[in-house]
């Protein structure tokens, strides 16, 4: 089935520790973008990727990273996790063209 | 700056009763609207979007959306509500150009639905 994959559907995770959201899209979409959502404040962007190869910062993106080496993935990577990180986030891809931005399943991350 | 307002964090309605969920947004520019449903544990489903033309937008599951630039609306109604219609709802706002795709939220609206 095409779509959207997010992996892992969860995580508990020690501060200070390292972790990478894996995202990965089989519809060719060439923008992609990670999100976090916490209780009462919606969505926020924390990086996008128009297209392979380019990246850009949204509105959150401290203490994050991202990179796109090719179309299907876009990984998200806490280099150091914090508490205020604990959060679901959540990956979207969007094709060239078009408005519309389908999104993941969601991981739920914890830091603790 | 770019936001979105959802002044009502939660709303309960009976089923069959009309619903209205209301948006408010502020962009420096013409934006892209938009609303999505997100079901617990689910990723956000798209249920309509305005660009430009006609005002009055529908779409899925019987959901429509008028767009009033004097007011800065972009409300959400449907006029009879199915249980199945329970979920947060969030209104988001999007710029065109170079920005394309890049979403603004709302914090979004829980609705229950009572038998």
Same mark, same amino acid.
């Given at each position: 089935i095409a779509g959207i994959t997010q992996a892992p559907t969860s995580q508990i995770l020690a501060a200070g520790r390292r972790m990478t959201l894996r995202c990965t899209q089989d519809?060719?979409?060439n923008a992609m973008y990670w999100y976090r959502q916490d209780l009462g404040l919606g969505l926020r962007l924390i990086h996008y990727s128009n297209t392979a190869g380019t990246t850009g910062k949204g509105e959150v993106p401290d203490g994050y990273s991202v990179s796109r080496a090719n179309t299907d993935d876009f990984p998200l990577t806490l280099a150091s996790a914090v508490p205020s990180q604990t959060s679901v986030y959540f990956c979207a891809s969007r094709a060239h063209g078009t408005t519309e931005a389908f999104f993941g399943q969601g991981t739920r991350l914890t830091v603790v | 700056a770019q936001s979105v307002t959802q002044p009502d964090i939660h709303i309960t309605v009976s089923e069959g009763a009309s619903l209205e969920l209301r948006c408010n947004y502020s962009y420096g520019a013409t934006p892209y609207l938009f609303w999505y449903v997100q079901s617990p544990g689910q990723g956000l489903q798209l249920l309509l979007k305005y660009f430009? /033309?006609?005002t009055l937008v529908q779409g899925i599951k019987g959901f429509e959306a008028e767009f009033k630039r004097s007011q800065s609306s972009f409300n959400l109604r449907k006029p009879s509500v199915h249980w199945s219609d329970a979920a947060e709802y969030f209104c988001a706002v999007g710029g065109r150009g170079?920005?394309? /795709?890049r979403l603004y939220f709302g914090r979004g609206t829980q609705l229950t639905v009572w038998p």
């Open positions: 519809m060719r979409h | 430009s /033309g006609d170079s920005t394309l /795709g």
